[in-house]
């Protein structure tokens, strides 16, 4: 596609379930990039990949927390036993190649609720 | 985790207004990004800097990498309604352990005057 497409859009879940969230990057681009979001916060890194290795896992908030990128495409982010402190929106962007004049573009994110 | 002191926190604009919004950080970054996030939707590139003293425009808005590689500004000139949003910076450093990572502002949130 055109842009970072992320799914679902939004995501309604009970404590203590499994969530799977789903980026889909730009077509050619080989570095793909996790953030959360929290109400009136700005982006907090969580981890990134370079093909379908993650070199810098480092802002993942647990071990709860785990992402995968399988054929250097999408990649897709688990959160175990959610908590109610999982709510937020989480983005994901990719760039072409990771390198500092490289931009990265978001898609619209996935809107998370733990009731 | 590690942010950027973005100010203002949030501000009204009047149609035809000037907007001026800045981050600063007590480390050096390589690179400054200012993007532009608007309801249900991820951030929007809006102007990259590389390089010390660089200023860049992008029609309305001008941004600048400050020369102590610190800080940043965007301006916007001749605000209009579609200017309303959220707008963060993002810094990131070419070594360290943080290096390549974006690091973000917490927003100014531009709303218009009522």
């Known amino acids: 596609g055109a842009g970072v497409s992320q799914s679902p859009s939004n995501k309604v879940t009970e404590k203590g379930k499994d969530v799977e969230l789903r980026c889909d990057p730009i077509s050619g681009h080989t570095a793909l990039y996790w953030y959360r979001q929290s109400l009136g916060q700005g982006l907090e890194f969580l981890i990134y990949f370079q093909g379908n290795s993650a070199p810098d896992k480092s802002g993942l908030p647990s071990d709860r927390f785990s992402a995968e990128r399988t054929g250097g495409s999408v990649s897709t982010l688990t959160i175990q036993r959610t908590q109610q402190e999982d709510s937020a929106v989480y983005l994901c962007?990719?760039?072409?190649?990771?390198?500092?004049?490289?931009?990265?573009?978001f898609g619209d994110g996935t809107r998370l609720s733990i009731l | 985790g590690q942010q950027l002191n973005q100010s203002p926190q949030s501000m009204f604009i009047q149609e035809g207004e000037d907007v001026s919004m800045n981050c600063t950080s007590s480390s050096i970054f390589n690179t400054w990004l200012w993007y532009k996030q608007d309801p249900g939707e991820g951030p929007v590139l809006l102007i990259a800097?590389?390089?010390?003293?660089e200023l860049t425009s992008n029609g309305r808005l001008t941004a600048q990498f400050g020369i102590t590689r610190k800080d940043s500004f965007l301006n916007i000139s001749a605000s209009i309604p579609s200017d309303v949003g959220i707008y963060f910076c993002a810094g990131q450093r070419k070594y360290g352990g943080s290096q390549g990572n974006l690091i973000f502002g917490k927003g100014t949130k531009l709303s218009v005057k009522p």
């Open positions: 800097l590389y390089k010390a003293g």
């Open positions: 962007a990719s760039s072409l190649v990771r390198g500092m004049n490289q931009p990265q573009h």
